[in-house]
């Protein structure tokens, strides 16, 4: 079992651009949720993923939108991008078999110059 | 939303000692605490959970502890090793809401050898 992984492991881009962020989900996990984490803070909810439908989002702009496929995976997309953006992006996978135990992925490292 | 604080943001302690790290949330339908340990340039690992129908858990030195009146729980390690050094983070979840994370700003653990 690979447990979440998550594509690129780091990233730079430009102020403006925009930027495809993946994650596959543990085996057997359903639910994807996308965080955005600064240095030095705790993770903030960006979105939840569920049967291929957004059904919880965090205070993030529409700037931020993600997708999730047939397969479970997801994509999170941020466009116009601002130096703020620059973060570890974590995606998490869960279950909805009783457990709601979130096992995160590596994260990807976005520097937005 | 939610409100998770987190005390305190650094903690150093001599090897055997004991640390304690304490959060606060504000949503009484929060229902589910689970603490996770990240390292340097690591992804979150779950350590420990609590549900709101228990006041205390154990597993081995670390331990839960939660107040559900007061809205507070607490992470106990005991005989800290230098491998727990690391940055924790609690979070506070209401399972009713599609499991919504929400995290405290961590604490930054460094055990003297």
């Known amino acids: 079992d690979a447990g979440v992984t998550q594509s690129p492991t780091h990233l730079i881009k430009t102020r403006g651009q925009q930027v495809t962020l993946r994650c596959s989900p543990k085996s057997g996990h359903d639910t994807v949720s996308w965080y955005q984490q600064a240095l030095g803070q705790g993770p903030q909810f960006i979105f939840q993923y569920y049967e291929e439908e957004e059904r919880q989002r965090g205070n993030f702009p529409d700037r931020f939108s993600g997708h999730q496929f047939p397969n479970y995976s997801s994509e999170l997309n941020v466009n116009a991008l601002l130096l703020g953006d620059s973060a570890l992006y974590l995606c998490?996978?869960?279950?909805?078999?009783?457990?709601?135990?979130?096992?995160f992925g590596p994260g990807t490292r976005l520097t937005v110059t | 939303g939610e409100n998770v604080e987190q005390h305190p943001s650094t903690l150093s302690v001599q090897e055997g000692d004991s640390a304690v790290i304490k959060c606060t949330y504000s949503?009484?339908?929060?229902?589910?605490f689970p603490w996770y340990k990240q390292e340097l340039g690591k992804r979150p690992q779950l350590i420990i959970d609590i549900r709101s129908n228990v006041g205390e858990k154990k597993d081995q030195r670390i331990a839960v502890t939660l107040n559900k009146t007061a809205k507070h729980f607490s992470l106990h390690i005991t005989e800290t090793q230098p491998e727990d050094s690391a940055v924790y983070f609690c979070?506070?979840?209401?399972?009713?809401?599609?499991?919504?994370?929400?995290f405290g700003s961590g604490t930054k653990l460094n055990v003297k050898p």
């Open positions: 998490a996978s869960a279950g909805t078999g009783g457990s709601y135990e979130q096992y």
């Open positions: 979070a506070a979840v209401d399972e009713n809401n599609f499991n919504k994370f929400y």
């Open positions: 949503d009484s339908a929060s229902n589910y």
